[in-house]
């Protein structure tokens, strides 16, 4: 492991040495290159390619689920599982902070103390604030990042914000929904929402009363999807008590099989769907960048702006002219 | 006002009618553009086109902050008074429903029961999962049709579930940020991230301990951040108790006087600056929607997915890769 950090003068040029720091576990070089991934620094992006070809990649294992399920606290006892095997494993924390709230931002300093000094740990938190589009592509990023520095395992860790937990979580290979006992009505909205996204439905806390009655709720709810498509099964349920490590290792055992499982069937089609919809968001922000730098670019497009401040165009005719002026290659190079 | 609706068989050939039938005040073929401009029915955004071309502006407000604030009594409090000065007045209420707790989705039956006989309110509530970009374009258009069809004050209600409000409220005139008494440490957060969008912040709850104080310390905040910034001010601070009504006449007032002021100056800068996110979030829409008919028209472009899937791309360079196809002119007429 070297000290030393790419030097930040010719980055195109030490694109090969920032490389080959990063998969000699150069901690820093693999920290800076997430960062600059993030700020679209020239040449990260290339770096980034480099590893990804001829890179290990990454088993990525979302975690996500609503607030107070204990998410930290089972990735927290996931890590022990592994580094207890001898496994070096990597933790992306996500928190797409609430405007309202100001986000518990997951620091890296207040976060899995617990691996502070242990080197085959390695954990990056990251809260872009607002922009959920550039949050996935940054989890995907920095996972491939740990992967490429020598974690295999790497868990993606959301905070249960919404929305945004769902987006990030597609860029894992497979995502656990962690839950709580006692969901009661719940289990109809979980049903609607999270359901398309979890291959493991996890119920933790599975010491509370009640926690088998969930569990079998919930193995009756996804018995009976099974019934009514295919493509969205098998979801497996499970129960774990992180605080105590109950369970968690057959939960890290199970995602190992799935992983392998998820070459073929509905889980890989499950996987495709993830990757289309990340590919089509990746597409979707590039869109928004270059067509913002033909309108700053062009004081003549402020117009097109104006005309929607003063509702004399609406949004999505005057958006449609502007893609069709972008398309006709009156583009900038991005 | 008219009963019958919009024939489905020839969308086109009835632009005109359908276009007149809201603007003499049909409600039914109001709530039917509206829902046919969610759906992206051919045919409905030139019936809108021809409406804001030659129709009324509304006036939009968007009201927005953290939940509990008590948003939707307020608005109550709001149609009240205009409908007191005999106002014609427009709701409409965003719910960008969390996949997590299945969201609490303000249907329109629930809300407004007080005004739900008066023919001069117009409720109506949009829940479109998931969709952010999809919610401010809707939330547009609602207004506007709402404005066409003789309701010239829309407010703009969400649900304080975060980012997608701050996006939603960018569709408004004029955004009103609602929070209560003894924000405490609070106040700091809400500087962080709501001030950006605030051109009045409401202190409701007007009669809880503490709301004197709630108001100097925002009115401070306010006068801290003119002398670092003279693009996001004035800000004004009110309050209100929505309950009794207490404040509420004075609220209306000043978002009447403050969108005659909004012609010039800071909050016409902050207006265009919302209404240029607006176009560009539309944009990606659209952009992100023609790559997906590319994706699905032409199965060597599914290579570009798998290739995601399996780790050996990244997103972004996969996705900056489709879009020069796209830009190439490889594209379906969207």
Same mark, same amino acid.
């Given at each position: 492991?070297?000290?030393?950090?790419?030097?930040?003068?010719?980055?195109?040029?030490?694109?090969?040495?920032?490389? $080959?720091?990063?998969?000699?576990?150069?901690?820093?070089?693999?920290?800076?290159?997430?960062?600059?991934?993030?700020?679209?620094?020239?040449?990260?992006?290339?770096?980034?390619?480099?590893? &990804?070809?001829?890179?290990?990649?990454?088993?990525?294992?979302?975690?996500?689920?609503?607030?107070?399920?204990?998410?930290?606290?089972?990735?927290?006892?996931?890590?022990?599982?592994?580094?207890?095997?001898?496994?070096?494993?990597?933790?992306?924390?996500?928190?797409?902070?609430?405007?309202?709230?100001?986000?518990?931002?997951?620091?890296?300093?207040?976060?899995?103390?617990?691996?502070?000094?242990?080197?085959? &740990?390695?954990?990056?938190?990251?809260?872009?604030?607002?922009?959920?589009?550039?949050?996935?592509?940054?989890?995907?990023?920095?996972?491939?990042? =740990?992967?490429?520095?020598?974690?295999?395992?790497?868990?993606?860790?959301?905070?249960?914000?919404?929305?945004?937990?769902?987006? &990030?979580?597609?860029?894992?290979?497979?995502?656990?929904?962690?839950?709580?006992?006692? =969901?009661?009505?719940?289990?109809?909205?979980?049903?609607?929402?999270?359901?398309?996204?979890?291959? &493991?439905?996890?119920?933790?806390?599975?010491?509370?009363?009640?926690?088998?009655?969930?569990?079998?709720?919930?193995?009756?709810?996804?018995?009976? $999807?099974?019934?009514?498509?295919?493509?969205?099964?098998?979801?497996?349920?499970?129960?774990?008590?992180?605080?105590?490590?109950?369970?968690?290792?057959?939960?890290?055992?199970?995602?190992?099989?799935?992983?392998?499982?998820?070459?073929?069937?509905?889980?890989?089609?499950?996987?495709?769907?993830?990757?289309?919809?990340?590919?089509?968001?990746?597409?979707?922000?590039?869109?928004?960048?270059?067509?913002?730098?033909?309108?700053?670019?062009?004081?003549?497009?402020?117009?097109?702006?104006?005309?929607?401040?003063?509702?004399? $165009?609406?949004?999505?005719?005057?958006? $449609?002219?502007?893609?069709?002026?972008?398309?006709?290659?009156?583009?900038?190079?991005?």
């Amino acid at each position: 492991m070297t000290a030393s950090s790419a030097p930040d003068s010719h980055p195109s040029a030490s694109a090969e040495g920032w490389a $080959r720091q990063v998969r000699d576990g150069d901690r820093r070089a693999a920290s800076r290159l997430i960062r600059a991934l993030e700020d679209d620094e020239p040449g990260a992006r290339a770096v980034l390619s480099a590893l &990804v070809k001829d890179g290990a990649r990454p088993r990525v294992i979302g975690i996500t689920g609503p607030a107070g399920a204990g998410k930290s606290t089972l990735v927290d006892a996931l890590v022990a599982f592994h580094r207890a095997r001898g496994e070096k494993v990597g933790v992306v924390a996500v928190d797409p902070s609430s405007p309202f709230s100001g986000g518990a931002v997951l620091g890296d300093r207040i976060r899995m103390q617990r691996h502070a000094t242990d080197a085959g &740990v390695f954990v990056r938190s990251l809260a872009t604030r607002g922009a959920v589009g550039g949050l996935a592509r940054a989890a995907w990023d920095a996972a491939a990042v =740990l992967g490429a520095a020598g974690f295999p395992i790497v868990y993606l860790e959301t905070t249960g914000a919404g929305q945004a937990d769902v987006d &990030v979580a597609a860029v894992a290979d497979l995502v656990a929904v962690v839950c709580v006992p006692g =969901l009661g009505d719940d289990v109809q909205t979980l049903k609607a929402g999270i359901l398309e996204i979890a291959d &493991v439905l996890v119920v933790n806390k599975g010491d509370r009363e009640g926690a088998e009655r969930t569990v079998h709720e919930l193995e009756a709810m996804v018995a009976l $999807r099974h019934g009514v498509s295919s493509t969205t099964d098998p979801v497996f349920v499970m129960k774990t008590t992180a605080s105590t490590g109950e369970g968690v290792a057959a939960l890290a055992e199970a995602f190992g099989g799935l992983v392998q499982a998820a070459a073929e069937g509905p889980a890989a089609l499950r996987r495709g769907l993830r990757a289309r919809a990340l590919l089509l968001d990746a597409l979707a922000f590039e869109a928004r960048k270059r067509a913002a730098l033909l309108l700053d670019a062009d004081p003549q497009r402020g117009g097109l702006v104006a005309s929607v401040a003063a509702r004399d $165009r609406d949004p999505v005719s005057a958006a $449609r002219e502007l893609l069709d002026r972008l398309l006709r290659g009156d583009t900038i190079s991005g």
